[in-house]
């Protein structure tokens, strides 16, 4: 099994050469040169798996050099019960006959990263090994709220690792920042920037580039790596929950084994979408993937017309983790649908230079043969969300009722009324005010106490890791300007 840039079919890597890489030096993404395909019977087979041993069977047909015994060692630690507060892992909530929702925010820090990070940093390290890399790894991570987390939990004393996180100081919310300062880890380190995420970003950015960073640290034996979804061990991980969510509605009855399932994800960088189709080209009988934008409806227009324009108002919305108007997975699409990485490469080439790029008729129809787009304002999610709470008693966050929503629409437009996932991306607790918000509730309580309100409000338990919150120690106060982030990685890992 050998991996290609997206912008260089003639780069080919190993998996475990391109999770240590993670971003080929052209700029492309890895992606398998072929997809492999279940074999006659897998479905039955894997309907009786436990997720961790789905995880196993999924993994193991991309990673040909790590051994079954590997991977089952790494599920069972990152999928287990001291991370994932249910055994399913990724549950199945059966909302009606025709509409499941996919939990995918049991892990340790509420949302769906988790499915990824857990995963990430146990196929990091053993990739480290496979290709003989002996220095320590550093992960850098810019984040706007999820992400960081769950990268912080994921490689939290995780041999040979270290881990610095930046956000924004006023950018993330304030359970946010809590869950993130009050970290644990001897290895982990979490530092506020004063600006906004792009600062930071920008800022992570430039310490990956910069030469005399580089080589100091290279002289201690560390390296730098980044753990954000361009990197292939963050991909194949959510593989895996489509095709489980595929034997989960087999095993509830939702469809028989063969028919056809459609998918409505709420997308920001195209990452958990993308799994999806992988899992349809595995041979998993998916039918139409419907991605779900909010206000910042870039993929929508792209997939009505095979424009894709970021010259465009960003708008801040309560669905935070979508507000993105450069979707990076989308390439991986882009290649696999034309397998021609020089073209590939000459739209991103445009993305970078004027912001926007056209694709051809064929990939027009191509795409449209498989993706519908759709968007809903922050209004709109927030009526989703009272309506299933009142009618169904069942309560989502911001994140997942826009794809909720987006889902409706669809189903009033097109009439396809088969069996359709809608992939829910974060706890309700993570985003507590929009969700009291949505319910008619106004005055909402400072700090914590926002989390127990939620609580009386709905008559939902709150997820542990949000519960404890409000016991843990602070551990992190550092705040930096740009120009001081250098130095705080230096300190962090030097010291
Ligand atoms: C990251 C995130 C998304 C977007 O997922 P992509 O893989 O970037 O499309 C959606 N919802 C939540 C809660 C997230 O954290």
Redesign the pocket.
């Known amino acids: 099994m050998r991996y290609v840039s997206t912008r260089d079919s003639g780069l080919k890597l190993s998996a475990s050469e391109a999770i240590v890489m993670g971003l080929s030096r052209d700029g492309g993404l890895f992606i398998p040169e072929s997809i492999p395909a279940l074999e006659q019977g897998a479905i039955e087979k894997l309907c009786k798996m436990s997720y961790q041993d789905r995880a196993v069977y999924v993994m193991k047909m991309y990673l040909d050099e790590f051994s079954e015994d590997e991977l089952k060692a790494f599920t069972t630690a990152g999928y287990g019960p001291n991370k994932y507060d249910v055994p399913e892992v990724a549950p199945m909530y059966k909302l009606d006959d025709k509409t499941g929702i996919l939990e995918l925010w049991h892990g340790p820090t509420c ?3 988790d499915m990824a990070l857990q995963m990430l940093p146990y196929l990091l390290t053993a990739s480290l090994q496979k290709t003989g890399e002996t220095k320590t790894v550093c992960i850098l991570v810019a984040t706007s709220g ?2 960081g987390k769950a990268a912080l939990e994921g490689f939290c004393d995780v041999d040979k690792t270290k881990i610095l996180v930046f956000y924004p100081k006023n950018g993330v919310s304030d359970i946010q920042e809590l869950q993130m300062v009050t970290q644990s880890g001897d290895n982990v380190g979490v530092c506020a920037v004063y600006g906004n995420f792009d600062d930071a970003q920008t800022g992570v950015k430039r310490i990956f580039s910069d030469e005399d960073i580089r080589e100091k640290l290279e002289r201690d034996g560390f390296f730098l790596s980044s753990a954000n ?1 361009i990197n292939w061990g963050r991909v194949l991980p959510q593989i895996v929950y489509y095709v489980s969510a595929y034997c989960d509605c087999i095993n509830n009855g939702t469809i028989k084994n063969g028919e056809e399932l459609n998918v409505c ?9 993308l799994a999806g189709y992988f899992a349809k080209l595995m041979g998993v009988p998916i039918g139409r993937f419907i991605c779900a934008s909010n206000s910042n409806n870039v993929l929508t227009d792209f997939i009505n017309t095979g424009v894709y324009d970021k010259n465009r108002q960003f708008y801040t919305t309560t ?1 935070p ?2 507000d ?1 108007l450069v ?1 990076s ?1 989308l390439e991986r699409l882009l290649y696999s649908l034309t397998a021609d990485s020089d073209v590939v490469k000459g739209w991103m080439n445009e993305l970078n230079s004027v912001g926007k790029y056209e694709v051809s008729e064929a990939v027009k129809t191509a795409v449209q043969a498989e993706f519908s787009g759709g968007f809903c304002s922050d209004d709109e999610a927030a009526e989703a969300i009272a309506k299933l709470k009142n009618e169904n008693n069942y309560l989502m ?1 911001t ?1 997942t009722a826009v794809a909720y929503k987006v889902l409706e629409d669809y189903r009033i437009a097109t009439g396809d009324d088969r069996p359709c996932v809608v992939v829910s ?2 706890s309700p607790f993570k985003f507590c005010e929009s969700v009291l918000n949505a319910l008619g509730v106004t005055e909402i309580r400072p700090g914590c106490d926002v989390i127990d309100q939620l609580s009386e409000v709905s008559g939902v338990k709150a997820p542990l890791p949000l519960l404890t919150l409000k016991d843990k120690k602070v551990r992190f106060t550092d705040v930096v300007e740009k120009a001081g982030m250098d130095d705080a990685v230096l300190n962090m890992i030097l010291n």
Do not use: L, Q, R, Y
């Not at 994800?265 to 979408?273: A, D, K, L, R, S």
């Open positions: 949302a769906f990263k999820d992400t979804s994800v709420p997308t920001g960088n195209f990452g958990n979408i669905s983790s979508m993105i979707s997975n966050d994140h991306t974060a």
